[in-house]
């Protein structure tokens, strides 16, 4: 079985509007995928599957071997603990430091305080940002804000990261900064990373596998895709 495959999913919201239909997509370790496509097209109700945010309507949808479509609601804590998550938005904790923010992730998991620092000061450094530690989210750029949900993401040594239009808040070249720290993390530890994108720039200079989604419908499926070629 692949690492995430997503078997003959629809899902239909009460208000009538079909989001995904009929879609069938299967993901293996170490891949780094990009899922595009225009406002409306289904990538963030995509991706919420993925994270147990949504359920399908319709059809199976595996992550890591669990079958996240039937996994009730006490349990969903146990898949979180193999994903990583991205937002676009950050989601840091103002009043706490880039290292409680950090270090915050791994305190349900019942480690040691040593443990936990020596995971956290790992993470911060991955991203690049050892030295702001003792910093608060308001004292960083957006860039630098967006690093430290990174490490929040990695701290846990995920199977999976998943990215929900990390670059959305952040200028080109911050963007671009971003995306390889991403990808370094993708190559240097074999993180499957799953991103949601609207940023053409990033998809055709990364040239990574690309999920076209147009109305809920796959409509290609590319090795090294770029949004030059999206409809070929």
């Known amino acids: 079985?692949?690492?995430?495959?997503?078997?003959?999913?629809?899902?239909?919201?009460?208000?009538?509007?079909?989001?995904?239909?009929?879609?069938?997509?299967?993901?293996?370790?170490g891949e780094f995928v990009f899922v595009i496509g225009a406002s409306g097209s289904g990538k963030s109700t995509f991706i919420k599957l993925l994270y147990r945010?949504?359920?399908?309507?319709?059809?199976?949808?595996?992550?890591?071997?669990?079958?996240?479509?039937?996994?009730?609601?006490?349990?969903?804590?146990?898949?979180?603990?193999?994903?990583g998550i991205v937002f676009q938005d950050y989601k840091l904790l103002p009043k706490k430091t880039v290292y409680e923010n950090v270090a915050?992730?791994?305190?349900?998991?019942?480690?040691?305080?040593?443990?936990?620092?020596?995971?956290?000061?790992?993470?911060?450094?991955?991203?690049g940002l050892k030295e702001k530690w003792r910093s608060?989210?308001?004292?960083?750029?957006?860039?630098?804000?967006?690093?430290?949900?990174?490490?929040?993401?990695?701290?846990?040594?995920?199977?999976?990261?998943?990215?929900?239009?990390?670059?959305g808040n952040l200028d080109p070249v911050t963007s671009m900064e971003v995306m390889k720290e991403i990808e370094k993390i993708n190559k240097e530890l074999g993180t499957t990373i799953i991103?949601?994108?609207?940023?053409?720039e990033i998809v055709n200079k990364f040239k990574k596998r690309v999920l076209v989604l147009d109305k809920g419908i796959l409509i290609n499926d590319m090795a090294k895709g770029t949004y030059k070629n999206e409809r070929n």
Request: net charge positive.
């Open 104 to 127: 915050f992730a791994l305190q349900m998991y019942g480690l040691s305080s040593g443990e936990i620092r020596e995971k956290t000061i790992k993470a911060l450094e991955q991203v």
């Open 53 to 83: 945010e949504e359920k399908p309507t319709k059809g199976s949808v595996f992550v890591g071997g669990i079958n996240v479509a039937k996994l009730r609601n006490g349990k969903v804590f146990k898949l979180r603990r193999k994903l």
């Open 195 to 200: 991103m949601a994108t609207h940023d053409k």
């Open 136 to 167: 608060f989210p308001d004292q960083l750029s957006g860039g630098e804000q967006q690093r430290v949900s990174i490490a929040r993401a990695i701290v846990n040594e995920p199977k999976v990261l998943i990215c929900d239009e990390p670059t």
């Open 1 to 29: 079985m692949e690492l995430i495959e997503l078997k003959d999913v629809n899902k239909r919201y009460k208000n009538g509007v079909t989001a995904l239909c009929d879609l069938n997509v299967s993901i293996s370790k």
